[in-house]
């Protein structure tokens, strides 16, 4: 079993940032790698939509909609993932998720591969 979990949601006002992060860890087991890693978001009202997603070892690519001005960065040691958003608008409120491809070990020694989600958190933008 692993668990994502999101921290960094809030609220703010329009042309400001915020930093959201999240966190692999295994239940049980080990996690071996993370083949990649996304944030998601789901508007009020809308459907869950990609925000970006970043693969092991290579760059992250972007919705048009958020890019040159959100950023995802991986930590590979501690198993977490970033997301840096700058130039925050209204239309950016939206509950945000993390996603990962997971490979991990079980306690019995069985490889096991699962797509994890975080529980979300929520972004809030003013005008």
């Known amino acids: 079993q692993v668990h994502l979990v999101e921290s960094g949601g809030g609220s703010v006002q329009a042309g400001g940032s915020l930093k959201l992060s999240c966190t692999a860890s295994?239940?049980?087991?080990?996690?071996?790698?993370?083949?990649?890693m996304a944030w998601h978001r789901q508007p009020p009202g809308k459907q869950r939509e990609l925000v970006g997603i970043?693969?092991?070892?290579?760059?992250?690519n972007y919705a048009d909609s958020v890019k040159g001005r959100f950023t995802i960065s991986r930590d590979y040691g501690l198993n977490k993932v970033y997301l840096q958003m700058n130039s925050l608008k209204p239309e950016d409120t939206a509950v945000y998720y993390c996603?990962?491809?997971?490979?991990?070990?079980?306690?019995?020694?069985?490889?096991?591969?699962?797509?994890?989600w975080g529980q979300g958190t929520q972004v809030t933008v003013s005008s």
């Open positions: 996603n990962a491809d997971v490979k991990y070990e079980t306690p019995e020694g069985y490889y096991r591969r699962v797509d994890s």
């Open positions: 295994a239940a049980s087991g080990k996690i071996l790698s993370l083949e990649h």
């Open positions: 970043i693969p092991i070892e290579s760059s992250a």
